[in-house]
């Protein structure tokens, strides 16, 4: 893909769209498919406020009748029928392109020799009137695709048609060996326990303890702020000074949480070792008090990301998962993918490169180096200060502005002018740091993603492992020519997105990391 083209490509319409009939037994059924839910929810609302609002119930009910409840039964009759309306599919020679959403159009394209399952349900009220939805899987670790308000004839011929591309599919070819020999690629090393304590959690985690223990005295029938130490350190500390006092816990709260993450760090990466396995594949060993293994098989392997959060950023650390299946859930595979624990940025790009058994695709100068990621178009920019603004600074200095109205308080009116002048350079300054995060590139085999401020990620993926492709947009995003892609793999996430790409350039992007997939949906257009 050469910049400066004078022709784009873009993804045509589907061919197919939702049942006729689907339409209409939305339009004429969906009130009375929503008038139980939706009628359990106006009288629970009324209920409420006739029980902690009695003396305002002549006011309070219509209000929140038309505030609340008419637009909820409103919003849940009609949603189902515009939902019904712009969903489309169709079934390629060698992918399926959906296309769904209302608000958020998603347009998902799967190559057939990825698809490992396919699956017709009907419930009730779809077998009532002759419908069926049609799910379509990818592995347990990739999200499916779900074909709504397909009639019964339809359904069955869209699943038979899959299902015929994955019996007559040739069995996978196994990866080819890469000529990467079995040994230790990292040891663990006592000087990396600085970066412990370079997490959110180390106030989090004291504040969940606290909690934790708040709860447990209480369930025991023991106040906490009777007990006698409590009460000193208050009569000595806090009634006086409540500003010293509010400085001295914080301070506590922060060693309390340092100790912890320390501690927590030691017991859990204590001799930690990375090992490469004979057939290709990554052993973790580490442990304190018992020794934990983690084994990631060389074909689950799909590549690596580099993890740089905000703290760890600033104090030159970065830490490395693997980008692999077979890990269990999202929620298991997010602790068991770590293959190097929080360590200096360049222990982390060395461990990234020999994984990947390829140097320089995430570079020595920090990540890919400077100018070598493509970088997101301007407007990227304007919409993450509007986002960071509108999100992060006016919220608060409404609820000041009218509370000090209100309550007659000038001031709260000062306390919201402080929070404006003081919050908007720092979110502006986060807006313009997430700006510059933003980027992709193709280096070889390997698609490399990079997005986030407080919690950074660099992500290399195998261009073989890309399974699909989902493009997302929104009004805003298609207003300002921009749209969300996302790769669809089956590992880690299940899917990595490269955020406010240029929508003339996405299509061509997706074409050329992942040839073939998205090839005989494409049209020609004019740039």
Known sequence: MEK???CAARLRAPRHSADPRARAW???RALLTVSG?????????????????PGAASWLVPLVTGVLVAPAVAYAVVMPVRRCRTHGWELGESALYAVSGWYGRRR??????????????????????????VVVGMGPDADAVRITGVSETAARRLTAGIE???????????????????????????GWLRYAPLTFWVWGGVLVAGGTTWRVLNAFGVKPWRIGIVRRLWAGYGAGAPWLA???GLAVVTLLGVAGALAVHAATWWRYRLERTPSGGLDVRRGLFATSVVSIDADRLCGVA?????????GGGASVRAVAGGLGDRERNRKRSVVLPPAPRAEALRVCAEVLGTDGVLGTDGVLGAGALRPAPRVALRRRLVWALGWGVLPVALVLVALGWLLELPVLLWCAAGWVAVASPMVCALARDAYRALG??????????????FGRETVALERSSVQGWTFTDTPFASRADVVTVTAIVAAGEGGYRIRDMSATEAVQFAEYAAPGIVREFLIQTSA
């Open 108 to 133: 998902r394209i799967v190559p057939l020799a990825r698809v490992e399952s396919v699956a017709l349900r009907r419930g009730p009220l779809l077998r009532r009137y002759g419908l069926a939805v």
């Open 26 to 28: 939305w339009t004429a």
């Open 37 to 53: 839910p939706a009628g359990l929810v106006a009288a629970t609302l009324l209920t409420l406020c006739f029980l902690f609002f």
């Open 440 to 453: 992709y590139a193709v280096r070889g085999r390997h698609l490399v993603v990079r997005s986030g401020t």
């Open 306 to 314: 580099l993890r740089e959060p905000l703290l760890l950023r600033a």
């Open 246 to 248: 509010a400085l001295l």
């Open 164 to 190: 015929g591309a994955i019996a007559g599919r040739e069995a996978a070819v196994s990866r080819a060996e890469d000529g990467r020999g079995a040994g230790i690629l990292a040891v663990g090393r006592a």
């Open 4 to 6: 400066g083209s004078s």
